[in-house]
């Protein structure tokens, strides 16, 4: 997201918990310090904003000045993605949400996938979901109403 020059909101939540019963920690004091880059939060200052914990998620990706939708793609975000009209930016981690990319990427063609080996050619790639002729969900073409705000 630094790289990328653009505008960005992520939402940052504690790493996993040890106990299978309680993973995740939702009372967690997070150290941005400690999780983040040293210097993101000051060389992203101004253009990023960093929110601790949760958002709400449906009402950020329905706001007009939401361009795109970086995600791990679980089923409910790809859901609210879609439903929001988002172009999805694919990062998976685990289990079903490498498959759930498939289907943004490959079947609907909403969505590229976030590579760390190819990051010059991501960022392309997302300019051309958004802003190119390229933007189709199952050969719809869709580029008058899917508009990203980069």
Known sequence: MERSGHRFLW???APFRADPERPLNPGANLDLDALLSDGFLERTNGRGLIVELWAPQVDVLTNRATGAFVMQCRWN???????ARVPMLCWPL???????KLFVVGEAGIGVEVSRAALGQFLSDADNLC????????????NETWQCQF
């Open 11 to 13: 939402v940052v939540r």
């Open 77 to 83: 975000s790809v859901l609210e993605g879609i439903a």
């Open 94 to 100: 685990y289990a079903e949400q490498k498959m759930n």
């Open 131 to 142: 802003h190119g002729n390229s933007f189709k969900l199952y050969g719809l073409q869709l």
